[in-house]
């Protein structure tokens, strides 16, 4: 979920002496880590590298956000620039249905490292 979004409960929050229930509302506020940034739905990876692995193209492997691992073998020499992109493996693509922080289903933007 995006930083701002707002989770809406009716009726799940405190509840003083003599009156109603009140409503419980969460809005999300995003926290920076050392390797991961977001950038719209695409979830951004920074991997450093050895000067070596990165002229002999050394694989390397690493576990995301959710827990996959991704091993990954450069194609060509790797340079302070180089980048790729793992298409539908980033941030979920949320819709208007109400349930739709639920759902596994999503898709998805990219990954770049």
Do not use: W
Not at 51 to 75: Q, R, V, Y
Not at 86 to 105: A, E, F, R, Y
């Amino acid at each position: 979920m995006k930083e701002g979004y707002k989770l809406h409960f009716p009726g799940e929050g405190n509840r003083p002496t003599d009156k109603l229930r009140g409503d419980l509302t969460i809005i999300l506020t995003t926290v920076a880590h050392n390797k991961y940034r977001r950038e719209g739905n695409n979830l951004i990876y920074k991997h450093d590298i050895s000067l070596l692995d990165a002229l002999t193209m050394a694989p390397f492997e690493f576990t995301s956000l959710d827990g996959t691992l991704f091993k990954i073998t450069p194609d060509e020499i790797v340079s302070p620039n180089s980048t790729r992109v793992l298409k539908g493996q980033g941030m979920p693509i949320l819709n208007d249905d109400p349930l739709s922080p639920l759902m596994m289903n999503h898709t998805r933007g990219d990954f770049c490292l």
